[in-house]
């Protein structure tokens, strides 16, 4: 069965403390991997894509990175606005044919000043 | 503003009285597509629409309806709702079909209680 796991679930940093986050797939076929960043009371707002091993995407102070099995969402020296939940997503085709994109469960993010 | 509205933000209502929830969005997007989100549980997929007159089961379609008559708008329908329908939804869109890695654009959700 196709599964996205993201960790942690929850994860506290002082300003200007850089980490990553994770996101693990074991999906077949896979089209391309999505990040999401949702602030509370709102939908996902689309932060990148990325469709094979090795490529990284960057904006502001985040990066995001591709491997056969995972993705990292680097996050560096961060400020109280990234504050969020942050989503990823894996698109594959199903065996009907179709394409199909599931969710995690996200990474709660709190940046304290 | 490019935007996708969600009506209401928050409802709550009773079991087995039908309810709709609307969602429309400005872009001329062909493809929109409806979530629930659960704790724990993530965003997953009740229906979607490919443009007008083409709608499709997502992961959890049971107890939900949905039609797509105009290509702004796809409503959320409910017709006896249920305890367990109770959720935060979310309405999106994208340009073309999610199937050729569009990213979407999402509502600002609709909070439902079923008592």
């Known amino acids: 069965e196709d599964q996205v796991t993201q960790s942690p679930e929850a994860l506290r940093l002082q300003e200007g403390e850089s980490s990553s986050l994770n996101c693990s797939y074991t999906?077949?076929?896979?089209?391309?991997l999505f990040w999401y960043r949702q602030d509370p009371g709102k939908g996902p707002e689309f932060l990148f894509t990325?469709?094979?091993a090795g490529e990284e995407k960057e904006k502001e102070r985040l990066k995001a990175t591709l491997t056969k099995k995972e993705s990292f969402l680097h996050i560096t020296a961060p400020k109280p606005e990234d504050s969020a939940t942050y989503l990823c997503a894996v698109q594959i085709i199903t065996n009907f044919g179709n394409e199909k994109l599931t969710f995690g469960t996200g990474t709660r993010l709190t940046i304290i000043p | 503003e490019a935007q996708v509205t969600q009506n209401p933000r928050y409802l709550i209502t009773v079991t087995g009285k039908k309810l709709t929830v609307t969602c429309s969005q400005n872009m001329n997007h062909e493809y929109m597509s409806w979530y629930r989100q659960d704790p724990g549980l993530g965003l997953r997929q009740i229906y979607y629409s490919m443009n007008v007159e083409v709608t499709d089961k997502g992961d959890v379609p049971e107890g939900y309806k949905v039609s797509r008559k105009e290509k702004r708008n796809f409503p959320l329908i409910l017709e006896s709702p249920s305890p367990n329908q109770t959720s935060l939804y979310f309405c999106?869109?994208?340009?073309?079909?999610?199937?050729?890695?569009?990213?979407?654009?999402f509502g600002s959700g609709t909070q439902l209680s079923v008592l």
């Open positions: 999906v077949s076929g896979l089209r391309g």
């Open positions: 990325l469709y094979s």
């Open positions: 999106a869109s994208s340009l073309i079909p999610q199937g050729r890695n569009e990213k979407l654009f």
